[in-house]
């Protein structure tokens, strides 16, 4: 059992950490995030082999888009339910990992047995209010970018020199608009990146854990979203390993007119393969995350060893304090 060693970490102490509790715990973390990955399966292949004549140049009816797009949307649904599960288990798994406590794929679903509406609410709300924030900064770059387009055509109805100024300058600040805009969302939607360890761990109520994440990553937002920048650029080049290959082969199919069926079933299955490989990555980085902002604000490292001191060592199958 690895030594445990709780302090606050800096960003590459973090990224280390997350790689090392993944190299360490890699079948554990690959079998929880195996059955998402496999439930996903079924939809690639239907998808695919749906889409089979479109890639052959055969033009979609639109009976057959609406069907595709009502199948789109309740598989999304179905998919993160069991996703919810999936991230509840991982956050177990990782905590327990991390403490020093031994624990397995099956223990770790069976702690968010009776959570289920919890996480699946703590998502639907976080996504929601995500949402609802990104209309608003949506709404407030249209603003922008209506009055920069209205101050070119002021300008440029005199031609001349001055309208090539004015509209490289605009066009800045339109870019730089949606660049801003973006990053604040996203920098905004981190309030929310701890919500499911604080409901899990901590044993909060839906909005409880909401609020708590939001006191939580308060002044560690930009460090956080670094972090989650290179997990997420890991997950997409696994992605890319996994199923390029048969992306090319689909390309070329599309030119020769042939649209083999196997390949809508190897292309899933790599994508499956590739999420229950790389996915672990992103929520192991985001609980060390939340463990990192309670040592740094709560002095969790202390209260850890106190409850190490004051109580007897748990049996290995024991839940650690959190």
């Not at 950490?17 to 059955?35: C, D, E, V």
């Not at 109805?157 to 605009?170: E, T, W």
């Not at 290179?230 to 048969?246: D, H």
Request: glycine fraction near 10%; proline fraction near 5%; include cysteine.
């Amino acid at each position: 059992m690895d030594a445990i060693e709780l302090r606050p970490l800096a960003l590459g102490e973090l990224l280390d950490r997350t790689f090392k509790l993944y190299r360490n715990h890699f079948w554990l973390f690959a079998g929880i995030m195996a059955i998402p990955s496999a439930f996903s399966v079924p939809f690639s292949v239907y998808f695919f082999s749906m889409q089979s004549s479109a890639v052959i140049g055969t033009a979609p009816t639109p009976k057959f888009a609406i069907g595709m797009g009502l199948f789109a949307f309740s598989f999304l649904c179905f998919f993160w339910a069991v996703y919810s599960m999936a991230i509840g288990a991982a956050t177990y798994a990782v905590s327990e990992a991390y403490l020093g406590q031994k624990v397995t794929v099956r223990a770790a679903y069976g702690k968010v047995r009776g959570n289920f509406w919890r996480i699946l609410g703590v998502v639907v709300v976080a996504l929601l209010r995500a949402v609802g924030m990104f209309i608003l900064v949506a709404i407030g770059m249209g603003i922008v970018v209506g009055i920069s387009v209205g101050v070119i055509a002021a300008v440029g109805r005199g031609g001349g020199q001055p309208r090539v100024i004015v509209g490289i300058i605009m066009g800045l600040i339109i870019a730089l608009t949606y660049i801003t805009g973006i990053a604040l969302w996203i920098v905004w939607s981190l309030r929310y990146a701890v919500s499911i360890p604080a409901l899990l761990l901590e044993h909060l109520g839906v909005l409880a854990a909401l609020r708590r994440s939001v006191h939580l990553t308060r002044g560690r937002r930009w460090q956080m979203l670094v972090a989650i920048f290179l997990c997420s650029i890991i997950a997409y080049v696994g992605a890319i390993v996994f199923q390029g290959p048969f992306f090319i082969t689909m390309m070329l199919s599309a030119r020769t007119g042939q649209f083999p069926e196997w390949l809508a079933y190897a292309f899933a299955m790599s994508g499956a393969v590739g999420g229950a490989i790389t996915g672990p990555i992103l929520l192991i980085a985001l609980v060390l995350c939340y463990y990192d902002t309670r040592i740094r604000k709560e002095a969790f490292d202390l209260q850890f060893m106190m409850s190490s001191l004051d109580h007897p060592a748990p049996a290995p199958d024991a839940p650690s304090p959190a």
